[in-house]
């Protein structure tokens, strides 16, 4: 069988025709991609010959625009939060409009998650190419920056997602997916499954989840780094804190192995990114899915430079200057058992 893609209609948004793509490989395992958002819609895998979901979905588009959880979208210029909304670029000081309380979240409320991407590829192919503009005038940020983001799936079951950004104007750019994964499907309770998160440090936060600056070394509730099942941690966070889930941005140290691996019976998702973040998000973005505290139905991992690094020395350089394109590649294998 040879490699295929194949676009289909999913919806109308903002008056424009969403378009569902699918890539399939030679081992019929699919990897699924909205025009809306230029969401990571699913990635099917073949389990004993049947195909398995590893990634939560929604069947319709209203559930995507209308759900605060950024299910499966790209969010940015930037990813998770600027403090006060507020950061200094050559001398000149941004204030932006809040959407997260005092502060931004997400790039605001004109993200690259508000945005129906213009698509292209080629039926014989394995990638999805993705583009949009966001205007200055539109979200504040300087610099009017066009998002190029690829999709592709390759023959040895590799979602790769490639950020590329061209800007008119020094700007900042750190976009990221918020992909929430559930390796047996999303009816699937995440608890039993086991992470690995290749980290020595965290991002400290303060009640708002904004960063203060300092990194700190993981209490045992906060340590992946022996791949322990998500419910022993589970269970060790609400003994050492009294909290009943994982909101939390982790300091990758080195990328010579994965920064993550989430782990199930029948295989292991291998988790790369060529930044220095990892955030993970124990949810239940399905409002009909019934669930008791501490049980959940999705994990999200998020790839990106820290957050609110623009504010931070040594969280990562941000900026993307005019004339200097840069392109982002975040990398998820799945193995099989």
């Not at 690995?196 to 203060?212: A, D, F, G, M, W």
Request: include cysteine; charged fraction near 20%; hydrophobic fraction near 35%.
């Amino acid at each position: 069988m040879r490699r295929t893609i194949s676009a289909v209609p999913f919806g109308v948004y903002q008056g424009e025709s969403v378009y569902l793509y699918t890539i399939e490989n030679i081992h019929h395992s699919k990897l699924k991609v909205l025009s809306y958002a230029a969401t990571w819609y699913d990635f099917e895998v073949q389990v004993d010959r049947q195909p398995q979901s590893l990634v939560l979905h929604f069947d319709n588009l209203a559930d995507y625009i209308e759900t605060p959880y950024q299910v499966g979208k790209t969010v940015g210029r930037v990813a998770g939060r600027i403090g006060n909304a507020t950061f200094s670029l050559n001398g000149q000081t941004y204030h932006l409009p809040p959407n997260n309380g005092r502060h931004l979240l997400h790039g605001g409320g004109h993200g690259l998650q508000t945005h129906n991407f213009r698509a292209r590829f080629d039926p014989d192919g394995d990638t999805v190419i993705l583009t949009t503009t966001l205007a200055s005038a539109d979200d504040g940020f300087p610099g009017d920056l066009t998002v190029t983001i690829s999709y592709t799936l390759t023959a040895d079951d590799e979602v790769q997602i490639s950020y590329h950004g061209v800007t008119t104007a020094d700007t900042l750019f750190n976009p990221t997916c918020h992909v929430y994964f559930n390796l047996d499907g999303q009816a699937a309770l995440i608890n039993p499954q086991q992470l690995r998160i290749n980290s020595t440090k965290l991002v400290h936060t303060n009640h708002e989840k904004v960063p203060t600056g300092v990194f700190y070394v993981p209490s045992p509730a906060y340590d992946f780094r022996e791949q322990p099942t998500i419910q022993s941690q589970l269970d060790r966070l609400i003994q050492e804190t009294g909290r009943t889930e994982y909101d939390d941005c982790y300091v990758l140290d080195h990328q010579d192995e994965p920064a993550g691996v989430l782990a199930t019976t029948h295989g292991r998702l291998l988790i790369n990114t060529d930044r220095n973040g990892l955030v993970i998000f124990t949810a239940n973005p399905e409002r009909t899915q019934p669930y008791r505290l501490g049980d959940y139905h999705a994990l999200a991992v998020e790839l990106q430079t820290l957050p609110d690094a623009i504010n931070h020395h040594g969280f990562g350089d941000v900026v993307l200057r005019a004339g200097q394109p840069r392109t982002y590649v975040n990398r998820y294998q799945y193995v099989s058992k």
